[in-house]
């Protein structure tokens, strides 16, 4: 971990007037817990800030792109452009794992609990730059780093909703309407993680994870059409 951020705003083509702005965009909470005499505040009141601005630079892009497509479909473009999978590659490629603030215990975090981190800070990264910069600085910064992304989750079909692909084939081939359960939740109330089953009848199919239960059910439901082999 560096907190040196010269480099890092060269690679990523910002240039913070406020430089103590983009260190709190990589404040985690955990940090904050054990270093209290540290003056610095975590970084998410930041990310609620980026989410929204994310999202509206990515939904009026996709209004403008894509003319002749209706709301439902621009919708699962752009759940699949800001969600906290393509959020944490992202941020990766940036290399904003080598700059984050964390516990001990955190920085020690690798799979799923490091990708949540990575994809809260490039969030908050964004809502940095808002208030920095201004709209047009986060616009330009979100379009050169989520919107080359679009034309391979349409070609791939990463952006259909797996939870009603998964409920058309079970009740096509099984007559029976699939049904999801919570099987755990784990961390703190602010940064909770839910493990979801997809259930068709009595049998389990397929579990998922997320940071929300819908993000949960999605991921079990695209694992259960793997497992099915009707992806």
Known sequence: MTTDFAKFQKEAGLSFKDEALLTQAFVHRSYINENKQSGLAHNERLEFLGDAVLELVITDYLFKKYEDRAEGELTAYRSALVNADTCSQIATVLGMGDYLLLSKGESKD????????????????IGAIYIDQGYDSAKDFIEKNFTPKIENIISTG???????????KAQEFDGITPAYKTIKEAGPDHEKRFTVGVYVGKDLVATGD????QE???????????TRGWQ
């Open 210 to 213: 997320g940071v929300s239960k």
């Open 216 to 226: 949960a059910e999605q991921a079990a439901a695209r694992s259960a059409l793997v």
């Open 110 to 125: 690798v799979g799923r609990a490091r990708q949540y981190i990575l994809a809260n800070a490039l969030e908050a990264l």
């Open 158 to 168: 990463s952006h259909v909703d797996a939870k009603s692909l998964f409920q058309e």
